[in-house]
């Protein structure tokens, strides 16, 4: 299993302003992921996040706006740039071990972030 | 391109009543299925899971969910639900063309009342 912290675990923001979230697990895993879910929404894939590689984008997320560190296999941020209320949402960071489908995916408990 | 959907957004139930919350999905190749759970206040855990072999898979809590490939579905199911059992559920794919990726149903939120 792999066991996730968050930080912040909350926050309250102004719009233009950025704010990057910490994600720490308590083993190497390989492939990190970074989700949004938006209220009444379900999780939406932001970008997959590959110690030593660049981090890969879906489709309506950027770089500017949603760049991402993966500096070892333990840790990783995610920052949210020039904040309006539309990225008011709760963000999360997911892990699995390695690549097989059957390795068990693990949720941290999300960052809640307002931007007013 | 994969997507499930999650026919109940909300679905209230009595403690000891039965529960089936439904889940189809859509994928152009094969697929595996996931019920993921929200309690209130915490993360994401996985629930129970279909890769291949048997049709029905059972969760530790008495959740049981059926894959059925010709009506693309993946319901779960629990003949008797708890207190305890309220919380958000999630229907989860990953296609085989995307061997990583989760796609994720808006959820539904399971509320037992006393």
């Known amino acids: 299993s792999a066991v996730i912290s968050q930080k912040p675990s909350r926050d309250i923001c102004q719009r233009g302003t950025s704010l990057t979230i910490q994600c720490q697990v308590d083993s190497q895993v390989t492939m990190m992921f970074w989700y949004r879910q938006q209220p009444g929404q379900s999780l939406t894939l932001i970008a997959t996040?590959?110690?030593?590689?660049?981090?890969?984008?879906e489709s309506g997320f950027v770089i500017d706006k949603f760049p991402i560190s993966r500096p070892n296999l333990t840790f990783s941020t995610l920052t949210v740039s020039n904040m309006s209320p539309e990225d008011s949402s709760i963000y999360l960071c997911s892990v699995r071990v390695s690549g097989e489908v059957w390795n068990e995916q693990f949720f941290g408990p999300g960052t809640r972030l307002t931007v007013l | 391109a994969q997507s499930v959907t999650q026919l109940d957004s909300q679905v209230p139930v009595f403690e000891e009543a039965p529960v089936e919350l439904r889940c189809n999905y859509s994928?152009?190749?094969?697929?595996?299925l996931f019920w993921y759970v929200q309690y209130p206040n915490q993360g994401l855990q996985l629930l129970l899971k279909?890769?291949?072999?048997?049709?029905l898979v059972e969760s530790i809590n008495g959740f049981e969910a059926e894959f059925n490939k010709s009506q693309t579905s993946f319901h779960l199911r629990k003949p008797s639900v708890h207190i305890s059992d309220t919380a958000e559920y999630f229907c989860?794919?990953?296609?085989?063309?995307?061997?990583?990726?989760?796609?994720f149903g808006k959820g539904t939120l399971l509320t037992v009342n006393p």
């Open positions: 994928s152009s190749v094969s697929v595996y």
């Open positions: 989860a794919v990953i296609g085989g063309g995307s061997n990583y990726k989760l796609t």
């Open positions: 996040a590959n110690q030593g590689s660049e981090a890969t984008y």
């Open positions: 279909y890769l291949s072999g048997s049709t």
